[in-house]
């Protein structure tokens, strides 16, 4: 443990937490580490984004994760603590931020003395840690994904469609004109007009970053300010860093990449955490692909009470998924999935009217093979977006259709969401 307070060490006012620096492929980058034990089983927490650290949440929103696991909240290259304007535009790429996951992964195991760690990953995170686990299961005692990526411009349609639907429901014409003004489609980019409006649009419905946040101006960006952890640059920083990360067309490959696809099978015993409220990713199309993926164990836990970020909104829950079924190697707190037959894969023959075919589609228009590994987005393409803690962007549920996994949604569903008051 000592190793891992010195040099770079600095408690900050959390004396359970320790802020750490470590070169990572060729670039100094930060994160926090929370220890209560040092000998409890280490976990790496992957962020959303592109460019979201998510520590300072823990100010508003304990998880207590760090009751049960030595915590490494690693904050990625060009974010938050590891934000540096000087960093290689080539190095901004899915592929290395998976390389430096790995990396972030065997350095941990070294410091703490572990074989391995358990990773979890949250949204944009998720899209990037699954991708690492299958590229280095030796690596992970199992993988916890939390709001799991699948296929992002799937998800895209299905908040639009939901959104229209549940704007209706309650009377609000004005956003109605707005939403219907910029259609999501399968194209990528996303117009940027839907992409300016969305994070309000979503927040209002409460199906964003958590199921009771009406606003990221007072429910992300002043909490930010205030996290006690970082000092004034480092909070200048968070803000610095998300802007920078959104310059390289990561957004747009996670819209394109088709995980289900790309990611058929894991080694490793396999979580997933969902807010049942969640349209930032959606949830239909994660337990979908949980109850479809092949891997040795599996378990797929429904968040009733949450939206994008459940181990914020329900910690206990949250934790005790972790103790009694993570630790354990078992699924007994798990949803009941579908079975599957021997012969059951990915397929994507019942994606819903309208979108059969997109997802190769936008794959192609963004420089991507849907069934190959992920290749780099053109420069330029990215548009100035990304999956708040997904804090700033958000997405979800279909209008009138039945999704993958059998669950159908429209109007009954919208509607249940009231319209809450525009606090932007």
Known sequence: MERMLEPEGRRPRDARAVKVTIPVNGVDQGMFVQVRDP??????????????????LTHRHP?????????????????????????????????QFIGDTITVARDLCRRFGVEKVHLMAHSWGSFIGLQAAAKAPELFHSYIGMAQVTHQITSEQEAYRFMLDAYRACGEHRMVRRLERYPVTGDIPLPRGYEV?????????????????GSVVTGIFLPSLAAPDYTAAEKVALWRGRRFSRRFGLWDQMLATDLTRLIPQLPIPAYFLHGRHDRTVSYHLARAYAGRLDAPLIGFYTFQGSAHSPAFEEPDRTLQILTQNVLTGTTTLADPLPERGPEEHLD??????????????????????????????????????GQGAEHDDERQRVGGHVAEGGNPVGDHEAAQHGCREDHQ
């Open 63 to 95: 998880t207590r994760m760090h009751e049960a696991f030595t915590v490494a909240w690693w904050e990625q290259r060009g974010a938050g603590l590891s934000h540096r304007p000087d960093i290689p535009a080539e190095s901004m790429t899915v592929g």
């Open 39 to 56: 000998g409890n089983p280490v976990l790496l927490f992957l962020h959303g984004g592109p460019g979201m650290p998510e520590f300072w």
């Open 197 to 213: 409006l969305r994070d309000r649009a979503m927040h209002r419905l409460g199906v964003g970053t958590t199921h009771d946040m």
């Open 348 to 385: 994507r023959s019942h994606d819903h009217p309208g979108t059969t075919g997109q997802g190769d589609r936008a794959a192609v228009a963004a420089g991507v093979s849907a069934s190959q590994p992920a290749q780099e987005v053109p420069r330029g393409a990215e548009r100035s977006s």
